[in-house]
């Protein structure tokens, strides 16, 4: 139980409180307190008033909410961001971005891409995060250093990948990872086979077996494109997911990314083995790969959290927006303007981000025990006037600029809309010289 007689390190006072959980709370006057980087008082105004603090914000006209989580990215591809656009996602992969891949990623890539990704992140709300990509020994670093909250999905694909030539040397890599980062407090490793058409039954029932050994979650891109499953279906007579659940790889540690093809079966599977659907409307829209059909999967009860994708497909990494756009999506698919209210919106956004990730016992919701990752969005501006409901606000009217205040266990990454640990300068000169590679050209 925490101790509120100890003087408190923060007290926030903001004018709205929306802690997630209870759903569809929002507390007004209240204020909340933090100690050794925890939440250990939510409470009225007046009688925070009465605690010691070391430290006391008064947060006129913000609203102060969990940390957004990111579900679902690749961080380095900040790098590739505009790179090819308009395409179909094989096309895409294919033709353009693996022979980008093949040529430019290594590890001071991976260093400079995960640290814009990780900048451009805080800067949208976002306290934590979920990570593929290449060489992610470097992405934990950079991680590491900035304060930020993510888990690292080890990529594991049946052909060489930058870093690691083989998926059994991609797999070592993965386990001696999670090793060194078992007890890390912000760093949770996961096994990332990249999808179902590039990783065979042998190798994804090797990571079954030591995900299982491990307790680790299993990241996977699931059902993106109708083109998939007909692959799937013609070249091993079943489905992608049913394939994965013959192999035993569905549970409550299996993060299925995408999912825009889900027939009866496939709910069925999804919601008896309790995994959690990663959706990503953005990038599902503009490489035209499909809709998943959040209302239908939230009412059947499965976890669908909300996840960006990569900047090379998106083009942005702002999930305020992504929630936006999966709200507005949802009703559009189920043809009903009660889907995906914009509490439940904000839910998916944070509290179900937590539960797909598995630390939804440390981050997700604001509530006491709890490690103090929150954001304070500030609806003081024209365009949020006036405030009937702060949360629909937030979803509908509120651009990820109005994100004024961010802290990751307590510790404060952006003041005033200022990087407290990063030099957003110094990220903009590197990543226009990498702009300049890239491309090939030499623009100041
Ligand atoms: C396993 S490391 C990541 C690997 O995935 C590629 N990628 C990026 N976005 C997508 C997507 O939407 N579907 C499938 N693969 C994607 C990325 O370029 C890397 O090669
Ligand atoms: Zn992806």
Redesign the pocket.
Known sequence: MPNTAAALDLLLLPTWLVPVEPAGVVLKDHALGIRDGRIVFIGPRSAALKLNASEVRELPDILLSPGLINAHG?AA?TL?RGLADDLP?MT??ENH??PA?AKWVDEEFVRDGTDLAIAEQIKGGITCFSD???FPKVATERVHKSGIRAQI?I???DFP?PGASTADEAIRQGIELFGDLKHHDRIKVTF????PY?VGDENLEKIRVIAEELDASIHM?VH?TAFEVQQSIEQRGERPLARLARLGLLGPRFQA??MTQISEEDLALLVESNTSVIH?PE??LK?A?GFCPVERLWQAGVNVAVGT??S??NNDLDLLGETRTAALLAKAVAGSATALDAHRALRMATLNGARALGIEAEVGSLELGKAADMVAFDLSGLAQQPVYDPVSQLIYATGRDSVKHLWVAGQQLLDDRRLTRLDEQQLIATAKAWGQRISGRNES
Do not use: R
């Open positions: 690749h591809m590739f996602l895409w992969l971005i693996w891949e593929m990509y290449f999905a990529p594991i694909l990948i990332g086979p990249h999808a590039t891109h993106e990314v995408h990503c990038s599902n490489l790969s994708d990569g090379a497909s």
